[in-house]
């Protein structure tokens, strides 16, 4: 898979979750909260997700493919970013071009979805949600921030993280944030879930 198919579609991806799901969603319920998937992700509080390289809103669907223009003209949405609730760096705009590519799109499900199995395997009290703004999945406990990110401009391929509000100095802490581990795209996702749920507990431990 090419590095920058995967971090256009990443991209997309984050766009897509902010201006198709948190923000219509923000505007009805009140909550940018979205849920991770095994093959995608949805919202929390409206029927609206993404599945594969598709969106999926109440009974109808349509590729990612396209503008955004057009995408949004296709559904009944309130499409856009939730105003007001954190500052949106990166919007879609409507005459962009979503080219989602499948494989990306599968890479990036399957980290999200192993790196919220694992944060409740070793957080069973927290409760794992997909953050719009940075688009990872992330549970925090005792000012401790723990989770799984597709990729960013820190580092642009899957990863896991812990992240002390209070910084820490020491091997394992290897990141401006805390510590990192980049996860392997070749894992399936019971492997990835195992490779993060080490992470976490080493991160414990090391707290």
């Known amino acids: 898979m090419d590095d920058q198919a995967y971090v256009r579609t990443r991209r997309q991806l984050r766009g897509i979750a902010e201006s198709f ?5 923000h505007r009805a319920a009140g909550t940018i909260r979205l ?3 095994p093959d995608g992700f949805t919202g929390v509080s409206i ?3 993404v599945r594969g390289s598709e969106l999926v809103w109440g009974d109808a669907s349509a590729p990612l493919t396209g503008t955004v223009g057009a995408l949004a003209a296709a559904t009944d949405l309130d499409v856009g970013p939730p105003e007001g ?6 919007p879609l705009s409507s005459d962009t071009v979503v080219d989602v590519d499948a494989e990306a799109a599968e890479l990036v499900h399957r980290s999200l979805y192993a790196g919220g199995f694992a944060l409740a395997s070793v957080l ?5 949600v997909l953050w719009p703004e940075h688009f990872d999945v992330a549970v925090t406990e005792d000012e ?5 990110s597709p990729g960013d401009d820190f580092h642009p391929l899957p990863y896991a993280y812990v992240g002390p509000w209070t910084s ?3 091997v394992f802490w290897n990141a401006p944030f805390g510590a990192f581990q980049a996860l392997d795209p070749a894992h399936d996702v019971d492997r990835l879930a195992a490779d993060v749920t080490d992470f976490f507990d080493r991160g414990r431990a090391e707290l």
């Open 47 to 49: 029927p609206v997700a």
């Open 85 to 90: 609730v954190y500052e949106i760096v990166d």
């Open 144 to 148: 401790v921030n723990y989770g799984v």
């Open 35 to 37: 849920v991770v998937r």
């Open 124 to 128: 069973p009290a927290g409760h794992p």
């Open 21 to 25: 799901i948190a923000g219509p969603q």
């Open 168 to 170: 820490r100095i020491g």
